[in-house]
């Protein structure tokens, strides 16, 4: 897989577990933040090689790589068991996210709030792209994430388990105050244009609603995520 921009790059080589093949840099282009990814690929060992900008444009799909591009296996993506055996207090389900953009942006907030694993359909769901990795300032690379089947076939799994599942919805009536702080949870945010759609709502045990003062009706994706994910973890939610 292909990942470029300085953060994306320099999270993938923060993590030890990344699989970094190599590092393309453009030459001529110096700066501190390059220097620092140069200097770190090749503590660990790893290729660093200047080419023409041109080149790494080509590599990247798009001029927007920000002078420096790496060559990954893949990334880390896990089954379900692999997260469960952890024991997570909060995952967070991800129903037709389409849009890398708003996977990525939903990524990057995910785990700058410590969610312990994301639940990924395989189908009506954006992949783990290089444009989700970008977008995500490299949080993708540090994430549990499993890609899985049937959401709702999965959902009640989970409740088999004892976990409880938390929708956010704009009709929903459930606020945050309602869920005891001990349960374990399962947080699922729809896409941006059809929300948690109506079959998986029906199996969410709560369904919660951000008060919307203002004259806008909603908030784009990350957004409101972001808010729910942190209003839990005021309440001690996120391990």
Not at 80 to 89: A, F, M, T, V
Not at 175 to 181: A, G, K, L, S
Not at 201 to 207: K, M, N, Q, S, W
Request: charged share 20%; aromatic share 2%; with cysteine.
């Amino acid at each position: 897989m292909i990942i470029h921009g300085i953060n994306a790059v320099n999270e993938a080589l923060q993590d030890q577990e990344s699989s970094v093949g190599r590092i393309l840099v453009t030459r001529g282009k110096a700066n501190p933040r390059l220097q620092a990814i140069i200097d770190l690929a090749r503590a660990r060992g790893i290729p660093v090689q200047f080419q023409p900008r041109e080149a790494l444009t080509r590599k990247a799909s798009t001029p927007r790589h920000q002078d420096v591009v790496a060559e990954l296996a893949a990334a880390r993506v896990q089954t379900l068991d692999d997260i469960l055996k952890l024991e997570p207090g909060l995952l967070l389900a991800l129903d037709g996210v389409e849009d890398p953009r708003s996977l990525g942006a939903v990524l990057r907030t995910a785990e700058a709030a410590g969610v312990a694993g994301v639940l990924l359909p395989r189908h009506h769901s954006c992949g783990i792209t290089p444009a989700v990795v970008q977008v995500s300032a490299g949080a993708a690379m540090h994430l549990r994430i499993a890609q899985i089947g049937n959401l709702v076939t999965v959902l009640e799994a989970l409740k088999q388990k004892g976990y409880w599942i938390v929708g956010l919805d704009m009709q929903g009536t459930n606020t945050v105050r309602d869920i005891d702080p001990d349960l374990r949870l399962v947080v699922v945010v729809g896409g941006e244009h059809r929300g948690v759609r109506p079959l998986v709502r029906r199996h969410c045990d709560f369904l919660i609603s951000l008060p919307m003062k203002g004259r806008v009706s909603s908030l784009n994706l990350s957004v409101a995520a972001g808010i729910l994910l942190y209003q839990l973890m005021e309440r001690g939610r996120l391990q």
